[in-house]
């Protein structure tokens, strides 16, 4: 065979795939650039490690899928058996195809076999043009009896230079907390049982040199495409391997793979940067928009019900919202929980997908005109895979739930999880999302929700979360099939249906349940490590938070708020004429903005000062940006210094300017820094030295407008 080295953007990726057993990653990281064929030999042998005293007699060769046959003691990349066999495989490499075209992405496809196993594996690995590594495995049993799968880990080598982890954790209204520490030898495992992604799921593990930040330091990291059980791991080895990987978490029993049956991984996404944290975003941001299915219309300005009717529906109230919606600029409205039949709280009424005929004698259709008539499109909420024990459907057939013989599990939010894997209630699902979608004229967004986690999901007596996760892909792909101009939302409690397998079949996430803007600030800015702004539903609340009582003006609210898919989640009818003016501002800003928001590059600040923190987004051409700088506490000095603006050409000048239309945010300032009310200064300058920011009371955000003056 060979030694393959793709490359891609600024990332190199060399395989050392001659044989006899399972290629090996010599290197993903930095752009080696074009090495002659001669050195790629040299290249391997300098990172083969000695043979040491207490220890095997031969090197220890980390293969892209680890094996104790091959010396591995860390973490094994498959395990499973065949009745008590089969439980060790020494993979040997039958064909390896390689395609890689100046154009497009480096692809690499691994075949290999272990006949005393009986097993088949294939490796699929991708270097998209962003630099953006994708890897898979696919198992399939060769063998004439069952093979019990446990674990399938795509893993990637990290070199000894990244010392610090940085992960997410998180809760209901509180997701995406960020936890640093130095990486310490063993491992340090990211499980999620909880049936969905989850609120404490960590959209990426990123690896790094010491102290990397935002804008510095080499990191690595690994994000595992799922959208049921999962793990993502670090793993140090007192031997000097480090590995980041992940995979699917399964059940004991849960992929028993009979006779030529197969089993794929969820794709594992590594991205690798030398420019900190932005560079992964970066490159992720860039391979999400450049998908086929990415939204490519402007992204409407949302209104959400929710926070201003719950389930108190009427039809001219919800009317009279409409027409102030329209009157402030929004573009959708969404009916949120409360529709269907029965549906008068949350303790019942899941399952019966019909219009609820007391609360909507004459259905949805008068509303939906009467939004239609104002130039906005309709968008309805739906949770279809659960159903309350208090509903017609759950009565009809107590069967069609996810559990273990003999009891039902524990209730959340009054509600179990439907057995999509069960035809029937497949069918009947699929049929009346299909038929609430031709029976109206005009429904063109569904909120999809999914409010609780998935506890003893058994279908027929087995574990059944990976093929209820399954399941609920091919529902929606075959719901978008059947529409294909739907647009749909995941929203599962807020933010705990969050990755980027369920991104392939929606078209934005909702990041929290919380819209206090504070929280929502941090919570935003590490959604954002993965995913772009224009996927991330970031709605306006009241002025007090229902999820935490805190009381924000309006304007940071919005300016939180203008930085993702801008909707808002209030009930504008009872603000105060003033208040829906200056709403009206905010939303003609976003609009204004919104090209630049939703296709430039997102930039943020390291600042010094723990209390400011600052972020934007820059034009892929730099001919303009724009940037916030949010006060979110005291801060110790009685200035917080001077702010930096990343990202524009150091090279052109740039005239600075707070954002037009809209208040101001409120200071503490006797005189204004000297700079105000706008500057023009060079890149360079503005880059390294940056503004003299104001002394903005806590809670209070900054907007800055910048645009090359040349």
Not at 49 to 56: D, I, L, N, Y
Not at 603 to 627: M, T
Request: glycine share 10%; hydrophobic share 40%.
């Amino acid at each position: 065979m060979t030694i393959v080295h793709l490359r891609r953007a600024a990332t190199s990726l060399v395989l050392d795939a001659r044989g006899p057993g399972l290629p090996r990653v010599a290197h993903w990281g930095a752009d080696l650039g074009p090495l002659a064929t001669d050195d790629l030999p040299t290249l391997v042998a300098a990172g083969v490690p000695p043979v040491v005293a207490s220890s095997f007699d031969a090197p220890t060769v980390l293969s892209l899928l680890p094996e104790a046959s091959a010396g591995w003691s860390g973490r094994p990349g498959l395990a499973g058996h065949r009745a008590g066999t089969a439980w060790s495989t020494a993979f040997r490499l039958d064909v390896l195809d390689v395609a890689d075209e100046p154009a497009g992405s480096a692809r690499v496809t691994v075949t290999a076999t272990d006949p005393d196993a009986a097993l088949t594996l294939t490796i699929e690995v991708e270097l998209d043009p962003t630099g953006l590594v994708l890897l898979r495995h696919r198992l399939r049993n060769d063998g004439d009896a069952p093979y019990e799968l446990r674990e399938l880990a795509a893993v990637l080598p990290v070199p000894a230079v990244a010392t610090e982890l940085l992960d997410l954790t998180g809760r209901w209204c509180r997701e995406r907390s960020p936890q640093r520490h130095p990486w310490p030898m063993g491992a340090w495992v990211r499980e999620g049982r909880h049936g969905r992604t989850g609120h404490d799921a960590t959209l990426l593990l990123v690896a790094g040199t010491s102290g990397f930040g935002f804008r510095h330091g080499e990191v690595w990291a690994v994000h595992t495409a799922w959208s049921g059980d999962h793990v993502t791991f670090a793993e140090r080895r007192p031997t000097g391997e480090s590995t980041l990987g992940g995979g699917e978490l399964l059940a004991p029993g849960e992929v028993l793979l009979g006779p030529g049956e197969s089993y794929a991984t969820p794709l594992l996404y590594a991205v690798h940067s030398t420019a900190g944290l932005d560079g992964l975003s970066d490159a992720l941001h860039t391979h999400l928009r450049a998908r086929p299915g990415h939204p490519r219309s402007a992204r409407p300005v949302t209104l959400n019900v929710w926070e201003a009717v719950y389930f108190d529906h009427d039809l001219n109230r919800l009317r009279a919202l409409a027409d102030h919606a329209a009157e402030v600029g929004v573009e959708r409205f969404v009916l949120d929980d409360g529709w269907f039949t029965g549906r008068w709280h949350d303790r019942a009424g899941l399952g019966d997908w019909y219009v609820d005929e007391k609360v909507w004698p004459g259905g949805l259709q008068p509303l939906i005109d009467h939004v239609r008539g104002h130039g906005m499109q309709f968008g309805l909420w739906v949770e279809p895979e659960m159903v309350n024990p208090d509903s017609d459907l759950f009565r009809a057939h107590p069967n069609w739930v996810l559990a273990v013989p003999g009891r039902l599990p524990p209730t959340w939010r009054y509600q179990q999880v439907l057995d999509l894997v069960n035809a029937d209630a497949y069918a009947y699902v699929l049929g009346r999302l299909d038929a609430l979608l031709r029976e109206h004229d005009g429904i063109a967004y569904l909120k999809w929700d999914h409010n609780r986690d998935l506890t003893e999901a058994g279908h027929a007596g087995r574990p059944g979360v990976h093929a209820q996760t399954v399941a609920a892909y091919r529902l929606l792909d075959e719901l978008r099939a059947r529409h294909p101009g739907l647009e749909i939302e995941s929203c599962s409690s807020g933010g705990a249906r969050v990755d980027l397998e369920i991104l392939r079949r929606t078209d934005r996430v909702w990041a929290s349940d919380c819209n206090d803007a504070l929280e929502r600030l941090a919570i935003q800015r590490w959604t954002g490590l993965l995913l772009p702004p224009e996927l991330v539903g970031s709605h306006v609340g009241p002025d007090r938070s229902h999820t935490t009582h805190r009381v924000h003006d309006l304007g940071f609210r919005a300016a939180t708020a203008l930085f993702g898919h801008f909707g808002v989640e209030w009930d504008i009818g009872s603000a105060s004429a003033v208040d829906r003016a200056e709403l009206a501002a905010w939303v003609a800003l976003h609009k204004r903005l919104r090209p630049l928001l939703h296709a430039g590059r997102v930039v943020r600040v390291d600042h010094p000062d723990p209390a400011v923190w600052a972020h934007g987004v820059v034009a892929g051409d730099l001919s303009r940006a724009v940037y916030a700088v949010a006060r979110i506490a005291t801060s110790v000095t009685q200035t917080p210094g001077a702010l930096r603006l990343p990202g524009l050409d150091p090279a052109r000048r740039y005239g600075v300017r707070p954002a037009a239309g809209v208040p101001g945010p409120a200071v503490l300032d006797l005189t204004e820094p000297g700079w105000l009310p706008g500057v023009t200064l060079p890149g360079a300058v503005l880059g390294s030295i940056g503004l003299q920011l104001p002394a903005l009371h806590p809670e209070q955000t900054l907007l800055l407008e910048v645009d090359a003056a040349d």
